[in-house]
């Protein structure tokens, strides 16, 4: 399955689209959930809360079970960090993310 979402490197402001081999997400203790990929070097971290983590990984896993091959991450930028790297939470704790198929 293949993920595709705008991705901006933190401290920049533009943002690149980037398709990347999708093996999961999970939640962390700082408020972030943190996209599995293919790239071993990068997290890719998206500010949400805890509940709202648990609409959308709901949502993920419901189109998982659709057979769908492509998901698409809408909504705010994923930030793309070094492994282990963390944001700063003051101004992105406000973003909004939805995710859909692509058919």
Same mark, same amino acid.
């Given at each position: ?6 991705? !901006?490197? %933190?401290?920049?402001?533009? #943002? #690149? !689209? &980037?398709?990347? !081999? ?10 972030? %959930?943190?996209?599995? #990929? &293919? ?18 990984? &709901?949502?993920? %896993? ?5 057979? &769908? ?15 282990? %790297? ?5 101004? !992105? ?11």
């Amino acid at each position: 399955m293949f993920i595709i979402y705008k991705c !901006t490197d %933190a401290g920049s402001s533009g #943002t #690149t !689209t &980037e398709i990347c !081999t999708f093996y999961g997400i999970r939640y962390n203790r700082n408020g972030f %959930a943190v996209l599995s #990929t &293919e790239h071993s070097k990068h997290d890719y971290l998206l500010p949400m809360s805890f509940q709202e983590f648990g609409r959308f990984s &709901e949502k993920i %896993a419901s189109l998982i079970n659709k057979g &769908e091959k492509i998901l698409s991450i809408n909504g705010s930028p994923v930030y793309r960090v070094r492994r282990g %790297a963390m944001l700063p939470l003051d101004n !992105t704790d406000l973003l909004v993310y939805d995710v859909d198929s692509i058919s």
